[in-house]
């Protein structure tokens, strides 16, 4: 059973561009959740989405968005990257709308210069 | 709020030593609680979790007892092997913000041969 892909597994960018990240789940999982993760600041939950709806969202600015699309597949973009975005983005995904247990892709490293 | 306070580490043991991770949690109803494992450049992965109180999780020599009169779900391992060197997270995911986990600040344990 193949586990959860997130690609690209790392990038590097310049401050102003924009950024999309991939995140494929485990096949029959249907929730999808992102998370930043940084030194200072540890993992923080960005938003869920589940049947391609948002579910929940995280306190980060309106520059980081996220989509689901019907194979459960998700993306998540931030627009006008700052210095401070640097950080390994992390993607889970789970079986139920009250699954207990999240399995976690290797992230995408993100380096902003 | 749903929050998760975390022993700080790092933490270095001999091989064979006795490991106790501490974990408080705050949280409103009755969470499911978790510790994952990140190893270097990997994502995070599930070690053992528990979903009511006084449940016990365990795998690969670990475990942690739900407690929840006194809100805790300490993380502990007899006898520690070089291999275990990573950095734990207890984690808990309450029962009101769907699949949306809650971190501690994580541990960083080093083995010493």
């Known amino acids: 059973k193949a586990g959860v892909t997130q690609t690209p597994r790392y990038l590097i960018k310049t401050r102003g561009q924009q950024v999309t990240l991939s995140c494929s789940p485990i096949?029959?999982?249907?929730?999808v959740s992102w998370y930043q993760q940084t030194p200072g600041q540890g993992l923080q939950f960005l938003f869920e989405?589940?049947?391609?709806?948002?579910?929940n969202k995280g306190n980060f600015p309106g520059r980081f968005s996220g989509r689901q699309f019907s194979n459960s597949r998700s993306e998540m973009n931030v627009s006008t990257l700052e210095l401070g975005d640097s950080a390994l983005y992390l993607c889970?995904?789970?079986?139920?709308?009250?699954?207990?247990?999240?399995?976690f892709g290797q992230g995408t490293r993100l380096t902003v210069v | 709020g749903n929050s998760v306070t975390q022993m700080e580490g790092p933490v270095t043991l001999s091989e064979e030593a006795f490991l106790t991770i501490n974990c408080t949690y705050t949280?409103?109803?009755?969470?499911?609680l978790f510790w994952y494992v990140q190893y270097p450049g990997e994502g995070l992965q599930l070690l053992l979790k528990?979903?009511?109180?006084?449940d016990k999780g365990s795998n690969k020599g670990f475990e942690a007892t739900y407690r929840k009169e006194t809100t805790s779900f300490h993380l502990e391992k007899g006898s520690v092997q070089v291999s275990d060197s990573a950095v734990y997270f207890c984690?808990?995911?309450?029962?009101?913000?769907?699949?949306?986990?809650?971190f501690g600040t994580g541990t960083s344990l080093t083995v010493i041969p």
């Open positions: 096949s029959g999982h249907r929730s």
């Open positions: 949280a409103t109803g009755y969470p499911s």
């Open positions: 889970a995904s789970t079986t139920t709308m009250d699954g207990t247990e999240a399995f």
């Open positions: 528990a979903t009511k109180a006084d």
């Open positions: 984690a808990l995911q309450a029962t009101n913000t769907g699949n949306q986990f809650y």
């Open positions: 989405y589940f049947s391609e709806t948002q579910r």
